[in-house]
C-alpha cells in the first residue's frame, strides 16, 4: 500500500470537499437566516443533505490524513533508525484478512441479533402499557358513576346557583375532591366543570388546587376560567356533553377540559333534568414512568366512555 500516494489523494479530496462545503454553507445561511429565499424547498433540501454528508465524508477524510501522516512518520523514522523490513508471508496476510472478515461478519450479526432482540423487547413492552391502559381506562369509566353519586342535592344546588361558599358546600366540595385520588384505584385527580358566570368567560373549572384556605380558616374558590377552547374538537365534546349527549372522541385530544390520551372518564351532573356541571377523572399514574426503554410506548388513546354516566 502506497501510503504517500493516498494521503495525497485523501488530501485533494478533503480540501475539494471543504471548499464546496463553504459554498453549500453560505447558501444555506442565505436561505435560512437571511431569509433571502434563493432556493427552492427541492434545492434547499439538496443542499442540507449535502452539507450532512459532506460534513461526515469530510470528517472521514481528515481521521484518514491524520493516520496516514502518522503511518509516514513511522516508516521514516524506521528508515532512519536503519530498522529490518520484517517480511510478512502471503498466509499470514490470507489469516489478517479472513480474521478481518469473520470479525466484521460477527460485529453485523451480533448488532443484527440486538437490535431484533430490542424490537421484540419493545412489542412486549408495548403490549403490557397497553394492556394496563385498557385495564385503567375500564376501572375509571367504573369510578365515574361511584363519584358522581358523592354530590348531595343541597351541593348540586349551590353548584348550579354559583353559590358554594355563601351557602357552605365548598368544603364539602373540597372533601370530595380531596379525597377521590386515595379512595379510588388509579389515583384519579377529579376536576369540575360548569358555565362561568362572569362574562365574557364559557367554562370555569374547579379542582382541589382551586381551594384554598385563608388564614382565618375561610375558604375560598378561584377557578380557571375559559373564554374560548382552542380545539374545535373539544369544543363540540364539551357542547355535547352539556347537551347531555355523549360526544364521540376517537381522535387524541390533549385539550384543556379533556384529555383522552391518558386513561381519564367524564359524566354530567344533573338538577331537575338540567347538565349544570361536567365531572372529569384522570389518572396521573403516567405509564411512561414504568418503562424506562425509549421508542416503547406509542400515544394511546380512547374513545371515552361507552355511555353518559350520570347523577
Known amino acids: 500500500m502506497n501510503h504517500r500516494f493516498l494521503l495525497r489523494l485523501v488530501t485533494n479530496l478533503a480540501v475539494f470537499l471543504l471548499i464546496l462545503s463553504c459554498f453549500g454553507v453560505v447558501l444555506w445561511v442565505i ?20 452539507l450532512v454528508a459532506g460534513g461526515i465524508i469530510a470528517f472521514v477524510l481528515l481521521i484518514m490524513n491524520v493516520l496516514l501522516s502518522l503511518a509516514l512518520l513511522a516508516e521514516s523514522n524506521a528508515s532512519r533508525a536503519d530498522l529490518p523490513n520484517y517480511g510478512v508471508s502471503q498466509q499470514i496476510k490470507r489469516r489478517v484478512q479472513r480474521s478481518i472478515v469473520v470479525a466484521m461478519v460477527a460485529m453485523a450479526l451480533l448488532i443484527g441479533g440486538l437490535q431484533i432482540t430490542n424490537h421484540f423487547r419493545v412489542q412486549a413492552v408495548q403490549k403490557e402499557a397497553q394492556a394496563e391502559f385498557i385495564q385503567a381506562q375500564a376501572d375509571l369509566d367504573t369510578t365515574v358513576d361511584q363519584v358522581l353519586d358523592l354530590f348531595s342535592p343541597e351541593l348540586l344546588a349551590a353548584i348550579e346557583t354559583n353559590t358554594l361558599a355563601e351557602k357552605g358546600e365548598l368544603g364539602n366540595l373540597s372533601k370530595i375532591l380531596s379525597t377521590i ?9 377529579t376536576t369540575l366543570i360548569v358555565p362561568a358566570s362572569q362574562k365574557p368567560f364559557k367554562y370555569a373549572r374547579i379542582g382541589r388546587d382551586n381551594i384554598t384556605t385563608d388564614n382565618a380558616g375561610k375558604l375560598s374558590v378561584a377557578p380557571q376560567l375559559y373564554a374560548t377552547l382552542p380545539s374545535q374538537q373539544e369544543t363540540q365534546a364539551v357542547e355535547q356533553l352539556f347537551s347531555d349527549k355523549l360526544p364521540a ?19 354530567v351532573l344533573k ?6 356541571a361536567l365531572v372529569y ?30 347523577n
Open 31 to 50: 436561505d435560512e437566516f437571511l431569509r433571502w429565499d434563493i432556493l427552492p424547498e427541492a434545492w434547499s433540501l439538496v443542499v442540507r443533505a449535502f
Open 181 to 189: 385520588p386515595s379512595s379510588f384505584a388509579h389515583m384519579p385527580s
Open 281 to 310: 377523572l384522570q389518572s396521573d399514574d403516567s405509564l411512561s414512568l414504568k418503562f424506562d426503554i425509549p421508542g416503547a410506548l406509542p400515544e394511546f388513546h380512547h374513545d371515552g366512555p361507552d355511555s353518559l354516566s350520570s
Open 271 to 276: 338538577r331537575e333534568g338540567k347538565v349544570i
Open 249 to 267: 372522541v376517537t381522535e387524541p385530544l390533549m385539550g384543556q377540559i379533556i384529555n383522552n390520551t391518558l386513561p381519564s372518564s367524564w359524566g
